[in-house]
């Protein structure tokens, strides 16, 4: 059971454009993380929030977290052709699951020139 | 800094073979993670460790053993390659639980392929 929902699974735009990434869960984050992976490499973290209602922004990056602190979203402002690749959320900390550091299945995002 | 080491880049098994992938870091980390991510896809957690002598299963363990002697090293273990198995492995580590120490540090990948 996959304990993290992203959406969407693909996103293709053109360079400029604007959108939004989320990820959400039926149970209470303790805190989330967002990563980013390029082709062949491993994730890189971007951002880390943990208070309910929390926004960071990272350049053109700009991560919320959901006062209830079940859901998160990622916005990219005029994204461009650097910003493609797979943005993932992970988040541990439930209880239930201890230790885990578990990953959502990600949003393709391809920025087209 | 090295980070986080993983041996061998690449590797193509026969089904039925063994091999072991290893995992290194130098950041004295106390938790150590291994994934796979199927193409396209996020990382499903195969196990974990939160400190030498300790591991426990995460999402997908079957087919797969770890040890943790050390606090460096994390290897993880295919007894009997299966088709299933092809794809590409990571290793990571964190510092801790805490928000501030778990930004998560990931190995370059081994990319499996059974046959």
């Known amino acids: 059971t996959q304990l993290l929902e992203q959406s969407p699974q693909f996103l293709s735009i053109q360079e400029g454009e604007n959108l939004t990434v989320y990820c959400n869960s039926s149970s209470v984050f303790s805190s989330l993380q967002w990563y980013r992976q390029e082709p062949g490499e491993g994730p890189v973290l971007l951002v880390t929030v943990v208070t309910g209602g929390e926004v960071k922004k990272l350049k053109r990056l700009t991560f919320q977290f959901g006062d209830a602190r079940k859901d998160s979203s990622l916005h990219i402002t005029a994204a461009q052709p650097g910003d493609t690749g797979l943005y993932l959320c992970?988040?541990?900390?439930?209880?239930?699951?201890?230790?885990?550091?578990?990953f959502g299945a990600g949003t393709i995002l391809r920025v087209k020139s | 800094n090295a980070g986080v080491t993983q041996t061998p880049k690449f590797r193509i098994l026969k089904i039925g073979q063994s091999m072991t992938l290893q995992c290194t870091q130098d950041?004295?980390?106390?938790?150590m993670y291994w994934y796979r991510q199927d193409p396209g896809m996020g990382l499903k957690l195969i196990y974990y460790?939160?400190?030498?002598?300790?591991?426990d299963k995460g999402e997908v363990p079957n087919g797969y053993n770890v040890s943790r002697s050390t606090t460096e090293d994390f290897p993880l273990r295919l007894e009997l390659a299966a088709p299933s198995q092809t794809s590409v492995y990571f290793c990571?580590?964190?510092?801790?639980?805490?928000?501030?120490?778990?930004?998560?540090?990931f190995g370059q990948g081994t990319r499996l392929t059974v046959v």
């Open positions: 992970a988040q541990r900390g439930q209880m239930e699951y201890g230790n885990k550091l578990v």
């Open positions: 950041m004295n980390h106390n938790y």
């Open positions: 990571a580590s964190t510092r801790g639980t805490l928000p501030r120490n778990t930004e998560a540090f």
């Open positions: 460790s939160v400190g030498a002598g300790i591991t």
